[in-house]
């Protein structure tokens, strides 16, 4: 095995689990999916496999780090993402409502532009996802890397996004995943609305407890 393939596995698996692991992007995929806004789902998730590409490439061309140093900017985006999540986990939880014995749930329409804008502000809101990709390519992406070993890592990696989250969509748009929420689709939109203001709220006061305003 080349030290190019070896390079590129090793990567994409570490960029695997970290694309699996529970986060405000799973949070925002399966609520949407659940709640039948697939076309939105499918929009979010291009939005944040192109923006995680985006963060990608900045990192493998040191762009990067004029963001981390430049301290007030890196603060005011990741206070600005955590508000947002916020928003969304506060107006979910409001909009959960349980729906009447036998009634089934008719979601408005919710287009795939509306998915994908809310995909690109939650990913790109988050300069955290600025810190994992340069520890990522410190370890594994040496820097006499040929382009062609980090153009395949950074298709790799946006196809990683996609083929994940287009199976969470597929899974909780399967007919037992609908019945569930049918039946309790108000607690779950509480729980994915709760798990949404928590992460940022995480957000926030990290940012300001590292300031020390907090």
């Not at 040191?62 to 990741?78: C, Y």
């Not at 036998?102 to 329409?109: D, I, M, T, Y």
């Not at 007919?175 to 689709?185: I, L, Q, V």
């Not at 509480?190 to 907090?214: D, H, P």
Request: hydrophobic letters at 55%.
């Amino acid at each position: 095995m080349t030290p190019q393939i070896m390079i590129i596995l090793t990567t994409l698996g570490l960029y695997a689990m970290a694309v699996v692991s529970p986060g405000p992007n799973f949070a925002l995929i399966s609520r949407l999916a659940l709640a039948g806004f697939r076309k939105a789902a499918m929009g979010a998730t291009i939005g944040l496999a192109l923006s995680a590409t985006f963060y990608a490439i900045l990192t493998i061309a040191g762009l990067s780090v004029l963001l981390t140093r430049v301290g007030w900017l890196a603060s005011l985006v990741q206070v600005a993402g955590g508000c947002y999540l916020v928003y969304l986990g506060v107006k979910t939880w409001l909009e959960a409502k349980p729906k009447p014995l036998g009634e089934r749930s008719v979601p408005p329409q919710k287009s795939a532009q509306d998915g994908f804008r809310m995909g690109i502000i939650v990913h790109l809101s988050n300069p955290k996802v600025i810190t994992f990709f340069l520890s990522l390519y410190a370890v594994t992406m040496p820097v006499e890397a040929p382009l062609s070993t980090k153009l395949v890592v950074l298709l790799g990696g946006f196809l990683l996004e996609i083929v994940w989250y287009g199976l969470v969509i597929l899974l909780f748009c399967t007919p037992p995943a609908r019945a569930a929420y049918d039946r309790a689709g108000h607690w779950i939109e509480r729980a994915i609305g709760t798990a949404l203001t928590v992460f940022g709220l995480k957000l926030i006061s990290e940012k300001l407890w590292s300031r020390g305003m907090l």
